[in-house]
């Protein structure tokens, strides 16, 4: 059974909306997009290469599809490690409204997602990678059904704009299995899902 990957980009405030540029997603009035274009950096690179090595499918929401479908198919170096794996890899879009995807290899994903996305993994021997897509992100945390989970944090505060962790969110632990901070401040993080948190009390010594 395959693992479901997520990673994604907040900020210090923890949005997470249209990070890559201004017109990927104004929904709200946002005008803050393309927040993490600054901090691109060879550590930052080096580990998107590193993830995308990792993935034998990819799962993605809608609004981060159509990104991806409306840039990554021009691209058609074969040595480029992002492009060649988004073109020739199996692509699932969750959406109710799109019927004919133009994208080579993807499947449009519209019944029960907590069924679908667990006949995915299933079938799928490494990892289904789930790259942005903050709705759906808070969709499968909430279905306990995202294994891993990597966490850019990039050092600025926006003030604004769509947040991955929500009043309502369900509760969940996670065991940090690695990271790094690239030159340029961005904390990397990755973290799988360890069930649910737990509580204790800080005492006060005795003599206190």
């Given at each position: 059974?395959?693992?479901?990957?997520?990673q994604?980009?907040?900020?210090l405030?923890?949005v997470?909306?249209?990070?890559?540029?201004?017109?990927?997603?104004?929904?709200?009035?946002?005008?803050?997009?393309?927040?993490?274009?600054?901090?691109?950096?060879?550590?930052?690179?080096?580990f998107?290469t590193?993830?995308?090595?990792?993935?034998?499918a990819?799962?993605?929401?809608?609004?981060?599809?159509?990104?991806?479908?409306?840039?990554?198919?021009?691209?058609?170096?074969?040595?480029?490690?992002?492009?060649?794996?988004?073109?020739?890899?199996?692509?699932?879009v969750?959406?109710?409204?799109?019927t004919?995807?133009?994208?080579?290899?993807?499947?449009?994903?519209?019944?029960d997602?907590?069924?679908?996305?667990t006949?995915?993994k299933?079938r799928?021997?490494?990892?289904?990678?789930?790259?942005?897509?903050?709705a759906?992100?808070?969709?499968?945390?909430?279905?306990?059904?995202?294994?891993?989970i990597?966490?850019?944090?990039?050092?600025?505060?926006?003030?604004?704009?769509?947040?991955?962790?929500?009043?309502?969110?369900?509760?969940?632990?996670?065991?940090?299995?690695?990271?790094?901070?690239?030159?340029?401040?961005?904390?990397?993080?990755?973290?799988?899902?360890?069930?649910?948190?737990?509580?204790?009390?800080?005492?006060?010594?005795e003599?206190?």
């Open positions: 059974m395959g693992k479901l990957v997520s994604i980009f907040v900020s405030d923890g997470y909306q249209a990070p890559g540029g201004p017109q990927e997603d104004p929904r709200d009035g946002f005008d803050q997009g393309g927040w993490t274009v600054p901090y691109n950096d060879e550590d930052f690179g080096r998107v590193e993830v995308f090595g990792s993935v034998d990819f799962l993605l929401g809608r609004r981060t599809y159509d990104i991806f479908a409306a840039f990554w198919p021009k691209v058609t170096d074969p040595a480029d490690p992002v492009a060649s794996k988004l073109n020739a890899l199996p692509k699932y969750v959406s109710s409204t799109l004919d995807p133009e994208w080579a290899g993807t499947t449009v994903i519209s019944g997602l907590a069924k679908e996305v006949a995915l299933e799928t021997d490494g990892e289904v990678q789930l790259h942005g897509s903050g759906l992100v808070q969709s499968l945390l909430a279905l306990d059904l995202i294994d891993t990597h966490l850019l944090t990039f050092p600025v505060v926006l003030g604004a704009g769509r947040r991955l962790f929500v009043q309502g969110s369900v509760p969940t632990a996670f065991k940090r299995t690695g990271g790094l901070i690239t030159s340029t401040g961005v904390s990397i993080q990755s973290y799988d899902r360890a069930g649910r948190p737990e509580y204790g009390t800080y005492e006060l010594p003599n206190a």
